[in-house]
């Protein structure tokens, strides 16, 4: 059985829609935070609804108050929030009692000391997402196409269901998922031809060479 395949940065119904017929586990929306990928909430809402009862969607979100959460989980309804910011633990699971949602934190990383640090968070968010940290002095969170060091996660102190970001294409796929056996990938960049439209050859491709 392959590991599963989060396409995130969804902006076009077409995308969605490829996404789906090419085996995507999971699809990823951009809520009003500060990104290339950027939607409203009314424009996830939309873009979601094709793949409600399908696919389970998730709302990525950066520092988001309980107002804009209450807007999304009202509108979208999405299964996952998705965390991309400074929220401490204790704010994930107030998140998911308040809007009864399941969620996910984004950790940046780059050395194995990130990922025992990011183990604060097990138990508090459904799953813990392993991203490259950003270039210096990037304010944008994530999409930047820069993978970390994958021997990184051997030994190291990892939660049951992770996932894991940051550089994924279709060419080092089957790289990483050797490397890494994270169960699922989340990828953004890795299958776009530009920001926020997303090649659907690609995402075909990338999904057919994860290693089973």
Not at 17 to 24: F, M, R
Not at 49 to 70: E, F, M, Q, R, S
Not at 111 to 139: C, H, Q, W
Request: with cysteine; charged share 25%; net charge positive.
């Amino acid at each position: 059985m392959r590991a599963r395949v989060k396409i995130c940065g969804l902006t076009r119904a077409q995308d969605v829609e490829a996404a789906i017929q090419h085996g995507a586990d999971m699809l990823g929306f951009i809520v009003e935070a500060h990104s290339k990928r950027r939607l409203s909430v009314i424009e996830a809402a939309r873009l979601a609804l094709p793949a409600k009862g399908i696919v389970p969607c998730v709302a990525v979100t950066v520092n988001a108050n309980d107002d804009l959460l209450t807007r999304i989980t009202a509108q979208m309804q999405p299964d996952y929030v998705q965390c991309h910011g400074d929220e401490p633990p204790e704010r994930l699971a107030d998140i998911a009692l308040r809007f009864n949602v399941k969620t996910i934190k984004a950790l940046p990383v780059s050395t194995r000391n990130d990922i025992v640090a990011a183990m604060a968070y097990s138990g508090f968010a459904d799953l813990l997402l392993f991203d490259a940290k950003p270039p210096k002095g990037e304010t944008i969170r994530g999409g930047h196409g820069i993978s970390f060091d994958w021997n990184i996660l051997k030994g190291a102190p990892l939660p049951k269901t992770w996932m894991l970001a940051g550089g994924l294409t279709p060419e080092n796929i089957t790289e990483s998922s050797r490397k890494s056996r994270a169960p699922i990938f989340d990828v953004s960049s890795g299958v776009e031809r530009a920001p926020g439209t997303k090649d659907h050859g690609k995402i075909n491709q990338l999904i057919n060479n994860i290693c089973p």
